[in-house]
C-alpha cells in the first residue's frame, strides 16, 4: 500500500540538512505552511537558501526562520512589506543575502526546474537592472533574456486536503506557488487541513496530482473553516 | 507600489479643478470597456474598481492566481485564504477561478490580459516606467510582480500625481530611476491631465480644471503635443 502520510511536521522534514535550498509556498501569509516551518525552526537546520515570493511577514513562518538565524540567502521577489522587520534587519546587518527576481521569472523557473526545461527566454526584465550579464536574444522581433531553473532539495507547501498518494486540492489563492514547488524539489512535504480516503478527490479538480508529492501532514482545519465551509475570521 | 498614498493631499499642485484621487479613478474607469480582463495595481489603482458601473461587466485579475476577484469583504467575513496581490482581503465574484502562478503570470507575458492600471516615480517620453526602486542607498529593493505586469499587459497605463511631493516632474525626457520597464507605457492618467505616449514624446489629449498645455509645458520642461481637440484620443487605445 502507498502512502505519503506521516505522523507530524517534525517526522516529516526531519531529514533536511544544513545547507538545503528550501522552496517554501504562500503569498504573505495565504499558503504559507507555518507547521512545517515551525518544525523546521525546531529541527534546527540552518545556513539555509530560502526560495519563496516573500521573505517573511509578523514574526512567524519564514520571519522565525530568519530570526532564528537559519537563513544565509533568500531569492524572492518581493522582500520589504510594511512588516517584513524580520527580513529587513537581518539584510540590513548583512546576515542574509538578497536575490530579487521578478515574480513571473522566480514562478516560471520554478516551473521550468520542475518541467525539465533547461532554461527559457522571458521579455520580463528587459533593459532593467536585472537583465544585467544575462544572454539576451531578438526572437520575432521581440527582446528577451535567459533565465535558469530554480531547483532545491525540499519544498515545503500547504494545501487544503490531500490523500494517502499525495494528489492534492488548494483553497482559493492559498494556492499560488504551491503546485510550481512541488514539482521543482527533490523532496516535497505538504501540509494540509485534512487528509481524505483515496478515491474522495473528485478526479477531474486534483490540482497538483500525487506524483510531485513525498509527504503529507495533515495539521487540521483553520480557524476560519469548519467542516470544510466557511464561517469567516475577524477582520 | 503606486507612489501614491490614496489619502494625501498633493501640497505642490493648488488644488484648482485638478482631480483627487476617486475622481481620477472614475475617470480611468470610464476607458474600460465591457469585457475587458483588468488588472490594477497596489495602491491608488486599486479605487477604480469602486469607480467601475454597477453591472459592467469586467473581469479583474490578481497576479496571484484569481480572475473575478470581488470588492473588499464585510468585517467578520475576511477569509486568509482568499487575498489580493497587496494582501488585502477580497471576494470572489461568480464566474471567478484559481490558478497558479505560472498560469498567472502566463497570462500576462502571452498577451492575454488587456489592460493593467500601474503607479509611477517616473514615466519617460518613450513610455519607459520607473516604479518599484528608488536606487535610495539602503533602501531594500522589491519588485514583486511589478516588471511583468509592465510588458505583459496590452496596454499598461499609469495613475499618478504629475509632480511628485517636492514638486518634480513624474513625467521625464528619460528615466533617472532604475527601469521597471522599457517603451511599455501607453498613457498616463494625472490630476492635472492625460497624456499619451505617441512616437515623439506625450500628447495632452484631457486638461482637468483651469490646468492649462502652457503650465503642463513649464511644469514637465517637455514639448507637449496638443490633442485636446481630437477625438482619436477618446476611448481604449493601445
Not at chain 1, 532593467?128 to 535567459?146: F, H, N, Q, W
Not at chain 1, 532539495?153 to 492559498?174: C, E, F, H, K, M
Not at chain 1, 503546485?179 to 481524505?196: F, G, N, Y
Request: glycine letters at 12%.
Amino acid at each position: 500500500m502507498i502512502s505519503k502520510l506521516r505522523a507530524d511536521a517534525s517526522e516529516a522534514i526531519a531529514d533536511v540538512g544544513d545547507g538545503a535550498t528550501v522552496m517554501i509556498g504562500g503569498f504573505g501569509a495565504a499558503g504559507q505552511p507555518v507547521e512545517l516551518i515551525d518544525a523546521l525552526i525546531a529541527q534546527g537546520a540552518s545556513d539555509l537558501t530560502i526560495v519563496s515570493n516573500n521573505a517573511g511577514n509578523g514574526d512567524t513562518g519564514i520571519a522565525a526562520l530568519i530570526t532564528a538565524g537559519r537563513v544565509r540567502r533568500v531569492v524572492c521577489s518581493f522582500p520589504r512589506q510594511a512588516d517584513s522587520h524580520a527580513f529587513d534587519a537581518a539584510y540590513r546587518a548583512g546576515e542574509v543575502e538578497l536575490e530579487l527576481v521578478p515574480q513571473g521569472n522566480l514562478a516560471e523557473r520554478i516551473r521550468a526546474a520542475g518541467a525539465g526545461i533547461g532554461a527559457f527566454f522571458t521579455p520580463t526584465g528587459v533593459g532593467t537592472t536585472v537583465s544585467e550579464g544575462k544572454e539576451a536574444r531578438t526572437i520575432d522581433g521581440r527582446d528577451y533574456i535567459l533565465e535558469y531553473p530554480l531547483r532545491a532539495d525540499v519544498a515545503l507547501i500547504s494545501a487544503y486536503r490531500a490523500d494517502r498518494w499525495g494528489n492534492l486540492v488548494y483553497r482559493r489563492t492559498a494556492r499560488n506557488f504551491g503546485p510550481l514547488m512541488a514539482a521543482a524539489a527533490r523532496t516535497t512535504v505538504v501540509q494540509v487541513d485534512e487528509v481524505v480516503e483515496l478515491g474522495a478527490l473528485d478526479p477531474e479538480a486534483v490540482v497538483t496530482p500525487g506524483i510531485f508529492v513525498d509527504r503529507v501532514v495533515e495539521v487540521g482545519e483553520r480557524p476560519w473553516l469548519r467542516a470544510g465551509e466557511f464561517v469567516g475570521a475577524p477582520a | 507600489m503606486s507612489g501614491l498614498d490614496p489619502s494625501a493631499p498633493n501640497p505642490s499642485a493648488p488644488n484648482r479643478g485638478a482631480l483627487d484621487r476617486r475622481a481620477l479613478a472614475a475617470r480611468i474607469a470610464q476607458d474600460i470597456p465591457e469585457g475587458a480582463i483588468v488588472n490594477l495595481g497596489i495602491g491608488a489603482p486599486t479605487l477604480i474598481a469602486d469607480a467601475l458601473p454597477a453591472g459592467l461587466e469586467v473581469i479583474l485579475h490578481t497576479e496571484n492566481g484569481m480572475l473575478g476577484m470581488g470588492p473588499a469583504p464585510e468585517p467578520g467575513l475576511v477569509d486568509p485564504d482568499l487575498m489580493n496581490a497587496g494582501k488585502q482581503p477580497v471576494t470572489e465574484l461568480p464566474g471567478a477561478s484559481y490558478f497558479h502562478h505560472a498560469d498567472s503570470f502566463g497570462m500576462m507575458r502571452g498577451g492575454h490580459l488587456d489592460i493593467c492600471v500601474l503607479g509611477a516615480f517616473q514615466v519617460s517620453e518613450r513610455g519607459d516606467l520607473a516604479n518599484w526602486h528608488t536606487g535610495a542607498p539602503g533602501a531594500i529593493p522589491a519588485v514583486g510582480g511589478a516588471m511583468d505586469l509592465a510588458i505583459g499587459a496590452k496596454s499598461v497605463w499609469v495613475m499618478t500625481d504629475l509632480l511628485t511631493r517636492d514638486g518634480a516632474s513624474k513625467l521625464v525626457a528619460a528615466c533617472t530611476y532604475p527601469l521597471t520597464g522599457v517603451a511599455c507605457v501607453s498613457r498616463v492618467y494625472t490630476d492635472r491631465a492625460v497624456f499619451d505616449v505617441i512616437a515623439d514624446g506625450f500628447a495632452v489629449s484631457e486638461l482637468f480644471g483651469d490646468t492649462t498645455l502652457d503650465e503642463l509645458q513649464e511644469l514637465t520642461g517637455l514639448w507637449l503635443r496638443d490633442a485636446t481637440g481630437s477625438d482619436e484620443t477618446e476611448g481604449m487605445r493601445s
